[in-house]
């Protein structure tokens, strides 16, 4: 009897020794997770960085926009394409065609802003909003974009059709979402640290 007692003992001690080099394993397997999520997430936060100060440099450069307000742009551009999963390049090249980057703009059927918003054509959606905010423009223009870009079921010429007006605005936005594409790929990797 004693021999069993000193058997079962002997197992229960090895398996409590099982399951803590178990749960051991387990602790630094979840620190080891947790460290190159936060080593992600840093990656991740340092190329939205630079995406943005990208974005902010070619808007300074190519449109002569004040440095302060290309940022200002770059951040609403870039929180506007991860939100609706649009390309930046996308919204850059349609503000640049409607407005040159000129927040006051003013065009037919009242639209206003960057991204020539129609308050007419979405009132509940831009209803309280100043449209002449680059912010508030940025994001109520993305939307409307992502909505026609769902409409169309991913089509972005068709979306682009309904937004412009026209093939020929679609066309027209394509060439300079180019246009801009080259111009970040262009750009060489110490080129980023001043305007």
Do not use: C
């Not at 939205?48 to 609403?76: M, T, Y």
């Not at 129609?118 to 909505?147: C, F, Q």
């Amino acid at each position: 009897m004693s021999r069993l007692l000193f058997l079962l003992t002997l197992t229960f001690s090895l398996s409590l020794g099982a399951m803590h080099d178990a749960t051991a394993q387990e602790r630094s397997l979840e620190t080891t997770a947790a460290v190159m999520d936060q080593k992600l997430a840093a990656s991740e936060a340092d190329a939205d960085a630079q995406a943005k100060h990208q974005v902010s440099r070619l808007i300074s450069q190519k449109f002569g926009v004040a440095r302060a307000k290309a940022e200002q742009i770059s951040a609403a551009v870039m929180s506007a394409a991860s939100k609706y999963s649009l390309p930046p390049a996308l919204l850059l090249a349609i503000i640049s065609i409607e407005s040159r980057f000129k927040e006051n703009a003013r065009g037919a059927n009242g639209a206003t802003g960057l991204m020539q918003v129609v308050p007419s054509a979405h009132k509940k959606l831009v209803r309280n909003i100043d449209l002449t905010e680059a912010d508030a423009n940025i994001e109520a223009g993305s939307a409307i974009l992502h909505g026609y870009v769902q409409s169309a079921r991913g089509d972005v010429d068709a979306a682009l059709k309904s937004y412009g007006g026209s093939k020929a605005y679609a066309e027209k936005v394509g060439l300079q979402v180019k246009k801009i594409s080259s111009q970040f790929d262009a750009e060489p990797a110490g080129a980023q640290a001043g305007y």
